[in-house]
Every structure is written in C-alpha cells, then in structure tokens.
C-alpha cells in the first residue's frame, strides 16, 4: 500500500510537464470513473440517479485538475459544482417530483438512434483529431508558474486582477443579473393568483357559488366536554351531521346527556307534548 | 502517456453530455447533460493551461464556472416556471410555440 502512496504523492507533487506513474495510475482510476459516471446518468431511467452520477462525475474531475496542478480549481470544482450547482438540481428534483421519470414514448421516430449515432461519429472524430496532432506533444507543466512564494491561488489572483480585470467585472453584472431573473422568475407566478378577498367571498356565497351559504357548523362546546369531536346539536336535540368532522372517524359514544328542556315551560303556557311536566304542575297547584 | 489522454477523455465526456442532450426528454437530465460538457470543456482548459505553462486556461476555466453557476440558477428559475404553468418537465411539452 504504502508504494502506491509514495508514487501518487510523486505524481501529484511533480512540477514539470511530463506525466508521472503515479499521475498515470491516477488518471486511469478517475477516468474510468468519471466516464462510468457520465454513462450512467445518460442511462437511469430515474432522475436522482442521473444527478447522483453526475455527482460522482465531477468529484473525479475535481481530483484530475488537481493532479493537473491546478489545486484552486480542483477545490472550486468540488464546493461550486458537486456542493452548490448538484444540489440546487437535488433541490429543484424534489420541487417538481421524484417520480417524473422520462416518457418513453419517442416523438420523433429514429431520434435516438440517430442521437448515438451522431454521438459516436463526434468521439471518433474528436479522438481522432486530437490524437493525430497532438500525440507528441510535450506538456511544459506549471511548475514555473505555480513557483512557491506565489503559488497556484496567487497566480490565478494576480491575471484576474490584472490582465482580466474587465471580464471580472462583467461577471459581477452577470451574477447580479442572474439573481434577479431567478428572483423575477420565481416570484412572477404567484402574483398571478391574487387572493379572494372577505367581501367577494361573501358575494360569490351569496350568488351560490359555494354549496351552502353559512360555514358549516362548528363542534358542539358543553360544560362536559370540549373536543371537537363533540357534535353540535339541533334544537330538536339530534346530531347536527355537517358539525362531525370527516377527519375524526370515532363518532363521539357519549353522548350529553341533556334535560328535556322545554321552550314553552318559559312563558308558562303547558306545552303540548310534555304530559308529565304538566301534570306535575298542577298537582303541586292543588 | 502525455497530457493528451487527458484531452481524449475530455472529448469522451463532452460527446456523452450531447448524446444525453439529443436523447433525454427530461428538461432537468437535459441540463445536467449541459453541465457535464461544460465541465469536460474545463477539464480541457486545465490540461491546455498545464501543455502551454500559462496560467490563462485556468483563469479562463473560473471563469466558465462562473457563468454555469448564473447559468444554472435562471435555467433552473425557468424549467420551475414551466413546470408551474404545464405540470410537466418534459422537453416535449413545452411546445406553445409550436402552431
């Protein structure tokens, strides 16, 4: 184990241009990684699975460019691409669905076919190109310019500020006008959908738009019970059905018990249908 | 081994990102295809910078990393947008141009 460690820290920590073992055995190991990794997000039929390779995609990137000497943006690659942008993509997954998986159905016919067709004929005439003319080329290598009392991040530091400085520039204007059309793009559409206010709600229940024109009656408050699985009850003393709620599948067992209250005993008129009360007042009459 | 090999991997990953570009129909797999070209850009940016001894491909590769994270927020503002209005994030509904 330990001369393999040996031989990629000689790899990583080479200054010239020419390529190293240990810069070798790194490159083979994240290469193949890296291109499994774009294979399998063109190829999961599930969204997440896309962004999880992709993922691990840019973290083999992130390690190439730092056995490239260009350790700034290595660290750069890993905190903005694999920590921000891929988990912005996470975020905005789980906003619009986990399960919007990809239609199958092809709309153009033959557009896949022709798409890995187009996509093979592009590798071969790329890795053609490329292999032709620069297969002897000798790399200078960045140790002159990553030199240490400067280093990688002060290098890239003093061409931005210098010699790019107007480009800099420009990307402020560009991430500030980002913000904003995010910002736009966001909040626009739900200005859209403006609120129904109390007095076109009462209007539109009055004109019956809604099934009933009252709310539905609230749940019954005794002195013996306050849930509101306690049903209100009509004047007759039955069940208001409307005041159960849906949600509460218990019909309430216990019903209050109530004194048979009679309206008409107030006025002292004897009502007609309580018999015995009335006989009871008049006995103590007599 | 030269440096070009990383190029010819930069080539590979680049060609895959535009396959899933022409074959996916999720709008979000389609922009994550987007970003996986703009990374093997870089990825050849770096391994230029490295062959040439300049530091400029690598400021010119912060830069594009700039410009994908501002890229990445509005786009992603638009496919919400879209799938606010069509309850869809497929490519192939967003087709009110069409007629």
Not at chain 1, 2 to 31: M, N, R
Not at chain 1, 112 to 140: D, K, M, T, W
Request: proline share 4%; hydrophobic share 55%.
């Amino acid at each position: 184990m330990s001369p393999l460690v040996t031989l990629l820290a000689q790899g990583v920590a080479e200054t010239g241009g020419p390529v190293g073992l240990g810069e070798e055995i790194a490159f083979w190991v994240l290469g193949v990684v890296a291109l499994s990794g774009a294979l399998g997000m063109v190829f999961a039929r599930n969204a997440v699975h896309s962004a999880l390779f992709l993922v691990m995609t840019m973290l083999c990137l992130g390690a190439l460019y730092m056995v490239q000497q260009a350790p700034f943006l290595g660290f750069v690659q890993i905190i903005v691409y694999t920590g921000a942008v891929m988990m912005l993509f996470l975020f905005v997954l789980m906003l619009v669905g986990r399960d919007s998986s990809d239609s199958v159905v092809e709309v153009l016919r033959g557009q896949r076919l022709a798409g890995a067709i187009f996509g093979l004929a592009f590798v071969v005439l790329l890795v053609g190109a490329l292999a032709n003319s620069l297969a002897s080329v000798q790399a200078v290598g960045l140790g002159v310019a990553n030199a240490p009392p400067i280093g990688n991040v002060g290098g890239i530091g003093r061409l931005v500020f210098t010699q790019y400085l107007f480009p800099f520039e420009l990307t402020s204007a560009l991430l500030i006008t980002a913000a904003l059309g995010a910002m736009l793009l966001a909040f626009s559409q739900s200005r859209n959908a403006a609120k129904k206010g109390q007095r076109a709600t009462v209007e539109a229940r009055l004109r019956g738009e809604h099934d009933r024109i009252s709310p539905l009656p609230g749940p019954g408050v005794f002195a013996t019970a306050n849930s509101v699985a306690t049903p209100a009850l009509l004047p007759d003393g039955s069940i208001a059905p409307e005041s159960l709620s849906a949600l509460i599948e218990s019909a309430p067992a216990d019903e209050p018990e109530l004194p048979s209250v009679d309206a008409h005993a107030l006025t002292g008129a004897p009502a007609a249908g309580a018999d015995t009360d009335s006989e009871l007042t008049e006995e103590t009459r007599r | 081994m030269t440096p070009t090999y990383y190029l010819l991997l930069s080539a590979m990953l680049f060609s895959i990102g535009a396959v899933g570009v022409l074959v996916r129909r999720n709008a979000i797999v389609v922009f994550m295809c987007v970003e996986l070209m703009l990374n093997a850009v870089n990825l050849t940016l770096v391994t230029f910078a490295r062959i040439n001894g300049q530091l400029d491909g690598q400021v010119m590769a912060f830069f594009v990393m700039v410009v994908a994270a501002a890229e990445v927020v509005v786009g992603l503002a638009i496919i919400m947008s879209i799938f606010r209005t069509r309850r869809s994030s497929s490519v192939d509904d967003a087709n009110l141009l069409k007629y």
